[in-house]
Protein backbone atom coordinates (compact mmCIF):
# COMPACT_ATOMS: atom_id res chain seq x y z
CA UNK A 1 0.00 0.00 0.00
CA UNK A 2 1.37 3.28 -1.11
CA UNK A 3 1.25 6.28 1.80
CA UNK A 4 0.49 9.76 1.20
CA UNK A 5 1.09 12.41 3.37
CA UNK A 6 -0.39 15.83 2.80
CA UNK A 7 1.35 18.99 3.56
CA UNK A 8 0.18 22.29 2.98
CA UNK A 9 -2.36 23.11 0.31
CA UNK A 10 -3.10 19.68 0.25
CA UNK A 11 -5.40 18.03 2.71
CA UNK A 12 -7.32 15.40 0.59
CA UNK A 13 -6.62 13.90 -2.50
CA UNK A 14 -9.37 14.83 -4.85
CA UNK A 15 -8.84 11.86 -7.18
CA UNK A 16 -8.77 9.56 -5.16
CA UNK A 17 -11.94 7.07 -4.89
CA UNK A 18 -12.52 6.73 -0.84
CA UNK A 19 -13.33 3.24 1.14
CA UNK A 20 -12.77 3.96 4.60
CA UNK A 21 -11.54 5.96 7.64
CA UNK A 22 -9.74 5.29 10.41
CA UNK A 23 -8.92 6.75 13.83
CA UNK A 24 -5.28 5.25 14.50
CA UNK A 25 -3.67 4.96 17.80
CA UNK A 26 -0.16 3.79 18.15
CA UNK A 27 2.30 4.03 21.62
CA UNK A 28 3.25 6.90 20.44
CA UNK A 29 -0.34 8.94 20.65
CA UNK A 30 -2.71 10.14 17.83
CA UNK A 31 -1.52 11.10 14.50
CA UNK A 32 -2.96 14.42 12.62
CA UNK A 33 -5.95 13.20 12.01
CA UNK A 34 -7.92 9.56 11.26
CA UNK A 35 -6.07 8.04 8.04
CA UNK A 36 -7.90 7.92 4.66
CA UNK A 37 -7.85 4.74 2.86
CA UNK A 38 -9.14 4.25 -1.10
CA UNK A 39 -7.93 3.79 -4.17
CA UNK A 40 -5.81 5.79 -7.20
CA UNK A 41 -5.88 4.09 -10.27
CA UNK A 42 -4.78 0.43 -9.65
CA UNK A 43 -2.95 1.30 -6.06
CA UNK A 44 -4.32 0.63 -2.40
CA UNK A 45 -3.55 4.38 -0.61
CA UNK A 46 -3.98 5.62 2.86
CA UNK A 47 -3.80 9.54 3.29
CA UNK A 48 -3.05 11.40 6.19
CA UNK A 49 -2.90 15.44 6.17
CA UNK A 50 0.14 15.73 8.41
CA UNK A 51 -1.21 19.32 9.92
CA UNK A 52 -4.26 17.82 10.86
CA UNK A 53 -7.74 17.98 8.45
CA UNK A 54 -8.39 21.60 9.52
CA UNK A 55 -4.73 22.73 9.07
CA UNK A 56 -4.61 23.61 12.88
CA UNK A 57 -1.23 21.46 13.96
CA UNK A 58 2.15 23.67 13.76
CA UNK A 59 5.32 21.80 11.71
CA UNK A 60 6.88 21.20 15.52
CA UNK A 61 3.64 20.11 17.22
CA UNK A 62 3.16 17.64 14.76
CA UNK A 63 3.22 13.96 16.18
CA UNK A 64 5.73 12.77 13.74
CA UNK A 65 6.14 9.17 15.31
CA UNK A 66 2.89 8.63 15.76
CA UNK A 67 1.87 9.53 12.03
CA UNK A 68 4.57 7.04 10.66
CA UNK A 69 3.72 4.54 13.01
CA UNK A 70 -0.20 4.78 12.15
CA UNK A 71 0.74 4.56 8.14
CA UNK A 72 3.33 1.78 8.81
CA UNK A 73 0.41 -0.14 10.59
CA UNK A 74 -1.97 0.20 8.21
CA UNK A 75 -0.16 -1.79 5.87
CA UNK A 76 1.94 0.88 3.83
CA UNK A 77 5.62 0.54 2.40
CA UNK A 78 6.06 3.45 0.65
CA UNK A 79 5.19 7.01 1.49
CA UNK A 80 5.41 9.63 -0.84
CA UNK A 81 5.66 12.93 1.41
CA UNK A 82 3.88 16.59 -0.06
CA UNK A 83 5.78 19.52 1.25
CA UNK A 84 5.33 23.04 0.60
CA UNK A 85 9.10 24.83 0.78
CA UNK A 86 10.71 27.99 0.12
CA UNK A 87 13.15 28.58 -2.57
CA UNK A 88 16.29 28.98 -1.77
CA UNK A 89 18.52 27.96 -4.95
CA UNK A 90 18.44 30.70 -7.75
CA UNK A 91 17.27 27.79 -10.37
CA UNK A 92 14.04 27.37 -8.48
CA UNK A 93 10.77 30.10 -8.13
CA UNK A 94 7.43 29.32 -6.92
CA UNK A 95 5.01 26.18 -8.64
CA UNK A 96 8.45 24.36 -9.16
CA UNK A 97 8.41 21.02 -7.64
CA UNK A 98 11.27 19.46 -6.73
CA UNK A 99 12.19 15.47 -5.27
CA UNK A 100 15.02 16.29 -2.95
CA UNK A 101 17.95 14.19 -2.24
CA UNK A 102 19.32 15.28 0.53
CA UNK A 103 18.49 17.05 3.62
CA UNK A 104 20.39 19.02 6.74
CA UNK A 105 18.28 19.36 9.95
CA UNK A 106 17.96 22.65 11.71
CA UNK A 107 15.33 21.15 13.93
CA UNK A 108 15.47 20.88 17.82
CA UNK A 109 13.81 19.36 20.52
CA UNK A 110 11.17 17.33 18.44
CA UNK A 111 10.85 13.51 18.93
CA UNK A 112 12.61 12.46 15.94
CA UNK A 113 13.86 8.96 16.98
CA UNK A 114 11.58 6.07 18.22
CA UNK A 115 14.80 4.42 19.97
CA UNK A 116 15.04 6.32 23.00
CA UNK A 117 13.45 5.70 26.32
CA UNK A 118 14.02 3.32 29.04
CA UNK A 119 14.58 -0.03 27.68
CA UNK A 120 15.08 0.64 23.89
CA UNK A 121 18.00 -0.41 22.71
CA UNK A 122 20.28 2.37 21.18
CA UNK A 123 19.81 2.19 17.23
CA UNK A 124 21.77 4.19 15.04
CA UNK A 125 20.49 4.02 11.05
CA UNK A 126 22.43 4.75 8.08
CA UNK A 127 21.37 7.67 6.50
CA UNK A 128 23.66 9.16 4.09
CA UNK A 129 20.67 9.11 0.83
CA UNK A 130 18.15 10.09 3.43
CA UNK A 131 15.30 9.56 0.69
CA UNK A 132 14.49 6.01 -0.40
CA UNK A 133 16.24 6.08 -4.02
CA UNK A 134 14.12 3.27 -5.40
CA UNK A 135 10.56 5.27 -4.53
CA UNK A 136 12.23 8.64 -5.81
CA UNK A 137 13.19 6.79 -9.45
CA UNK A 138 9.65 6.15 -9.97
CA UNK A 139 8.52 9.65 -8.89
CA UNK A 140 10.89 11.01 -11.44
CA UNK A 141 9.85 8.50 -14.01
CA UNK A 142 5.67 9.45 -13.20
CA UNK A 143 6.67 12.61 -13.91
CA UNK A 144 8.49 12.31 -16.93
CA UNK A 145 5.46 10.17 -18.06
CA UNK A 146 2.66 12.84 -17.50
CA UNK A 147 4.70 15.73 -18.52
CA UNK A 148 5.17 17.35 -15.59
CA UNK A 149 8.70 18.89 -14.91
CA UNK A 150 10.43 18.51 -11.78
CA UNK A 151 13.60 19.04 -10.35
CA UNK A 152 15.26 15.79 -9.65
CA UNK A 153 17.87 16.94 -7.08
CA UNK A 154 17.65 19.54 -3.79
CA UNK A 155 19.20 20.12 -1.17
CA UNK A 156 16.56 20.19 1.56
CA UNK A 157 16.74 22.31 4.73
CA UNK A 158 14.62 21.74 7.88
CA UNK A 159 13.70 24.96 9.91
CA UNK A 160 12.03 24.28 13.39
CA UNK A 161 9.51 27.18 12.25
CA UNK A 162 6.61 28.19 12.68
CA UNK A 163 8.08 31.13 12.26
CA UNK A 164 9.64 31.92 8.92
CA UNK A 165 13.30 32.59 8.26
CA UNK A 166 15.11 35.95 8.19
CA UNK A 167 17.24 37.00 4.96
CA UNK A 168 20.04 35.85 7.16
CA UNK A 169 19.39 32.93 8.02
CA UNK A 170 18.29 31.73 4.47
CA UNK A 171 21.96 33.46 3.19
CA UNK A 172 23.59 30.84 6.08
CA UNK A 173 21.22 27.94 4.50
CA UNK A 174 22.19 28.73 1.11
CA UNK A 175 25.98 28.88 2.24
CA UNK A 176 25.18 25.52 4.02
CA UNK A 177 24.18 23.87 0.12
CA UNK A 178 20.97 24.18 0.82
CA UNK A 179 18.26 24.51 -2.36
CA UNK A 180 14.92 24.86 -0.49
CA UNK A 181 13.73 25.23 2.80
CA UNK A 182 10.02 23.80 4.44
CA UNK A 183 9.56 22.97 8.48
CA UNK A 184 8.59 19.13 8.03
CA UNK A 185 10.77 17.06 6.48
CA UNK A 186 13.34 15.98 8.01
CA UNK A 187 11.83 14.60 11.16
CA UNK A 188 9.25 12.35 9.26
CA UNK A 189 12.60 11.15 6.89
CA UNK A 190 14.41 9.68 9.70
CA UNK A 191 11.66 8.24 11.34
CA UNK A 192 10.52 6.44 8.13
CA UNK A 193 14.02 4.99 7.95
CA UNK A 194 13.91 3.96 11.39
CA UNK A 195 10.70 1.68 10.94
CA UNK A 196 11.98 0.62 7.23
CA UNK A 197 9.32 2.61 5.32
CA UNK A 198 10.53 3.87 1.19
CA UNK A 199 9.92 7.61 1.91
CA UNK A 200 10.49 10.34 -0.69
CA UNK A 201 9.32 13.75 -0.39
CA UNK A 202 8.06 15.83 -3.60
CA UNK A 203 8.65 19.30 -2.26
CA UNK A 204 6.28 21.94 -3.93
CA UNK A 205 7.79 25.58 -4.35
CA UNK A 206 5.51 28.14 -2.59
CA UNK A 207 7.24 31.12 -1.91
CA UNK A 208 10.76 33.03 -2.75
CA UNK A 209 12.63 32.24 0.88
CA UNK A 210 12.98 35.41 2.66
CA UNK A 211 15.10 37.75 1.12
CA UNK A 212 15.06 36.22 -2.24
CA UNK A 213 13.14 36.84 -5.47
CA UNK A 214 10.04 38.83 -4.07
CA UNK A 215 10.54 38.41 -0.84
CA UNK A 216 13.34 40.47 -0.53
CA UNK A 217 11.31 42.51 1.92
CA UNK A 218 8.76 40.45 3.73
CA UNK A 219 7.43 36.89 2.13
CA UNK A 220 4.30 38.25 -0.04
CA UNK A 221 1.83 35.37 2.01
CA UNK A 222 -1.00 36.19 0.65
CA UNK A 223 0.30 35.32 -2.63
CA UNK A 224 1.32 31.52 -1.29
CA UNK A 225 -2.40 29.97 -1.67
CA UNK A 226 -3.00 30.25 -4.90
CA UNK A 227 0.28 28.86 -6.07
CA UNK A 228 -0.02 25.85 -3.96
CA UNK A 229 -3.96 24.93 -5.13
CA UNK A 230 -1.65 25.35 -9.21
CA UNK A 231 0.62 23.42 -8.22
CA UNK A 232 -0.83 20.84 -5.88
CA UNK A 233 -2.89 20.01 -9.79
CA UNK A 234 0.33 18.78 -11.26
CA UNK A 235 1.27 17.11 -7.70
CA UNK A 236 -1.65 14.85 -8.11
CA UNK A 237 -1.36 14.09 -11.69
CA UNK A 238 1.81 12.47 -10.56
CA UNK A 239 0.45 10.70 -8.38
CA UNK A 240 -2.25 9.28 -10.45
CA UNK A 241 0.61 8.59 -12.87
CA UNK A 242 2.61 6.24 -9.89
CA UNK A 243 -0.42 4.44 -9.37
CA UNK A 244 -1.18 3.54 -12.86
N1 LIG B 1 10.46 28.63 4.90
C1 LIG B 1 10.18 27.52 5.63
N2 LIG B 1 9.18 26.71 5.35
C2 LIG B 1 8.41 26.99 4.29
C3 LIG B 1 8.63 28.14 3.50
C4 LIG B 1 9.71 28.98 3.82
O1 LIG B 1 9.96 30.02 3.17
N3 LIG B 1 7.67 28.15 2.54
C5 LIG B 1 6.90 27.03 2.74
N4 LIG B 1 7.35 26.33 3.80
Known sequence: MLAIIGGSGLSKLGNMEVTRRKVARTPYGEPSGALTFG????????????HGYGHTIAPHEVNYRANLWALKDAGAGEVVSIA???AISSTLAPGALVLPHQVIDYTW?????????????????D????????????????????G???SE??????????RLETAAEIDRLGRDGADLVGM??????????EISLEYAALAVVANYAAGRGDSQRAVPL???GAVLEEAMRRVRRIIEQLCK
Open 222 to 224: DKI
Open 153 to 162: QGVYAATQGP
Open 184 to 193: TGMTEAALAR
Open 109 to 125: GRHATYFEGKGTPVNHI
Open 39 to 50: RIGACDVVFLAR
Open 148 to 150: EAV
Open 127 to 146: FTEPYSRGLRAKLVAAAKAC
Open 84 to 86: SVG
